[in-house]
């Protein structure tokens, strides 16, 4: 069996358009559940598709860019360290995979209809999403803002991970 309980289901749930919620535990495949749609797309089926990955820890961000690019796969970082000419190249499809913090997503809206004119968008993954919900009214107000994603993007699947979700 190559796929974990549920990972092929929310694979196909994005490729078809729909949304997406997935709760498991750190290290057991959640970057998989973004990944591969914009992979299949471009590799399997020649549609030139990328993923959008809203995640706050920079750190985690750089660390999956840096694990993404050793395996071949193009993928970027956007926000204070990258470059004009990079988030144009980001813009018109050069990356399979784009990551971005929610506090650059919130001033992106351009480049991310740029991006939508330009490429399909596989999905858009919100990682850490609890924090929407437990922080982001107070630590991170740029995640309350991402609710804004489904009018700017509409009819992109948009997944949300988390480790760490609780009931309420």
């Known amino acids: 069996r ?17 949304d997406a919620f997935c709760t498991m535990a750190t290290g057991s495949g959640k970057s998989l559940l973004f990944q591969l749609p914009a992979l299949a797309l471009r590799d399997r089926m020649g549609i030139l598709a990328t993923t959008v ?15 993404l690019r050793r395996s071949g796969v193009a993928a970027i970082a956007i926000g204070a360290s990258s ?16 990551y971005a913090t929610p506090e650059k997503i919130s001033v992106w809206k351009y480049g991310l209809e740029t991006l939508a004119q330009n490429v399909r968008i596989a999905c858009i993954a ?10 982001g009214h107070d630590f991170r107000p740029a995640y309350r803002q991402l609710g804004e994603l489904r009018q700017w993007m509409p009819g992109v699947p948009i997944l949300a991970l988390t480790a760490t979700a609780t009931s309420t």
């Open 2 to 18: 190559i796929f974990r309980s549920h990972q092929l289901d929310v694979v196909k749930a994005l490729l078809s358009g729909r």
């Open 53 to 67: 990955v809203i995640s706050p820890l920079l750190s985690l961000i750089e660390d999956q860019v840096q694990s």
């Open 83 to 98: 470059s004009r000419e990079e988030e144009e190249r980001a813009m018109h499809g050069d990356y399979t995979i784009i």
């Open 126 to 135: 919100v990682d850490e999403c609890h924090a929407i919900s437990e922080w």
